[in-house]
Nanobody, 115 residues
Framework: QVQLIESGGGLVQPGGSLRLSCAASGSIFSIRTMGWYRQAPGKERELVAVATGGGSANYADSVKGRFTISRNNLKNTVDLQMNSLKLEDTALYYC?????????WGTGTLVTVSS
């Protein structure tokens, strides 16, 4: 089992920045990928960014050039630096970790972009 704890959400104005952090504990040796998903009101959960253990990363087209994911394998953390935030980035952001057989989720941290 893997437990994920997120932090760093909040209220920010359009154009502002926020940094989300996620710490993993438990069977961390089994984790293959770590990433972030989000779910806006009335919409399905969607991938934001994912980082592999080898250092590669993939991003949703909507956040490319604005968001940066960084994974620290020694600390078992994954952060999401979000810049140039837009109104449409408002959502509940979930940390995700995957091993060979399971998919783990944090409880989510709310990001609200509003003027």
């Amino acid at each position: 089992q893997v437990q994920l704890i997120e932090s760093g959400g909040g209220l920010v104005q359009p154009g502002g920045s926020l940094r989300l952090s996620c710490a993993a504990s438990g069977s961390i040796f089994s984790i293959r990928t770590m990433g972030w998903y989000r779910q806006a009101p009335g919409k399905e959960r969607e991938l934001v960014a994912v980082a592999t253990g080898g250092g590669s990363a993939n991003y949703a087209d909507s956040v490319k050039g604005r968001f940066t994911i960084s994974r620290n394998n020694l600390k078992n953390t994954v952060d999401l630096q979000m810049n140039s935030l837009k109104l449409e980035d408002t959502a509940l952001y979930y940390c995700n970790a995957r091993d060979a057989v399971s998919n783990y989720w944090g409880t989510g941290t709310l990001v609200t972009v509003s003027s």
